[in-house]
């Protein structure tokens, strides 16, 4: 089974700290994602990687950025945490046209 | 323009009672059309995957099947573990690597 995990279940943070999260794959999958998750706004995609070192700007990059420099890891970084970046984070990975597969997801809470 | 509409937005049942969920999309040359379900708090769990108009994929109480414009999830003689959010996905017209997903509905079976 594919299995992809990511590192906390439950952060809580300060307004303007630096936050990183970390999605691991244990799958070989080529294509990895990061999506946040708010009631009533569905899945919403930040970023995602199709290679290592390769990232393209999903439909809200803005506050956010990304890191691949190996296959199976794919982190998210809050360069300045927002209290309007308190939310469900979701990462995911596949190749293509292939389902994805999610992690359990952070709930991130910036105070 | 891609899209991926689901309804209903939430649907309560009685255990036992079975119904449908309908997932009704429009993209260029589908490569694939994934249900997934989500309880709350946790990723999206993946159930089935279906590429062509006709197709039928089984799991215990749920069927997924396919149309040329639309995916139904029909729920037979449901108990109340069956309670979640149920996703549906599609990529993207070809170009790239991303995904859409529905909004979701929200199962409720009582007991």
């Known amino acids: 089974d594919v299995k992809v995990t990511q590192s906390s279940r439950y952060l809580v943070k300060r307004t303007g700290e630096k936050v990183f999260l970390e999605c691991v794959q244990d799958?070989?999958?080529?294509?990895m994602f990061w999506y946040r998750q708010d009631p009533g706004l569905g899945l919403r995609l930040i970023y995602f990687?199709?290679?290592?070192?390769?990232?393209e700007k999903g439909d809200i990059p803005e506050g956010y950025s990304v890191s691949r420099e190996k296959k199976e890891r794919f982190s998210l970084i809050l360069e300045s945490a927002s209290t309007n970046q308190t939310s469900m984070y979701l990462c995911?990975?596949?190749?293509?046209?292939?389902?994805?597969?999610f992690g359990d997801g952070t709930r991130l809470s910036i105070l | 323009e891609d899209q991926v509409t689901q309804s209903p937005e939430a649907l309560r049942l009685q255990e036992g009672e079975s119904s449908s969920l309908n997932c009704s999309y429009t993209v260029s040359g589908l490569r694939g059309l994934f249900w997934y379900r989500q309880d709350p708090g946790k990723g999206p769990e993946f159930l089935f995957t279906l590429y062509s108009a006709g197709e039928e994929k089984e799991k215990e109480r749920l069927k997924a099947t396919l149309t040329k414009k639309e995916s139904f999830l029909h729920i037979t003689a449901p108990k109340p573990e069956d309670s979640a959010t149920y996703l549906c996905?599609?990529?993207?017209?070809?170009?790239?690597?991303?995904?859409?997903f529905g909004t979701g509905t929200r199962l409720k079976v009582l007991a």
């Open positions: 990687s199709y290679d290592v070192k390769m990232k």
């Open positions: 996905a599609v990529p993207f017209t070809s170009g790239t690597y991303k995904y859409i």
């Open positions: 995911a990975s596949t190749q293509v046209n292939q389902p994805q597969h």
């Open positions: 799958m070989d999958h080529e294509n």
